[in-house]
């Protein structure tokens, strides 16, 4: 994630650099754009990894609460996905 979080830094800063021009003029130095910078996209590498871990547990908690049948198409590949919660 930090990875992904330096090339997504050094993306937008060069996308914006007629925005990071006039911030120079008004005073602002670079660590504290580009700290302006990685905070924002490391709340976003956050928000997504929390995101991603809920719908993953969810994912893989579900079929404890609502069974599968093995009678009917998929219940047999189901079953060997998830294994039998007991």
């Known amino acids: 994630m930090a990875t992904a979080i330096g090339f997504a830094t050094r993306g937008a800063m060069a996308g914006n ?9 008004v005073g602002a130095e670079d ?3 580009a700290r302006q910078f990685q905070t924002h996209f490391m709340r976003l590498g956050f928000r997504g990894a929390a995101i991603g871990g809920i719908a993953a547990a969810v994912f893989f908690v579900a ?18 996905l998830f294994a039998h919660f007991r």
């Open 63 to 80: 079929p404890r609460f609502f069974p599968f049948d093995l009678r009917f198409g998929g219940g047999e590949e189901m079953a060997a």
């Open 17 to 25: 650099r007629e925005i990071i021009e006039v911030l120079h003029f």
């Open 31 to 33: 660590r504290y754009i």
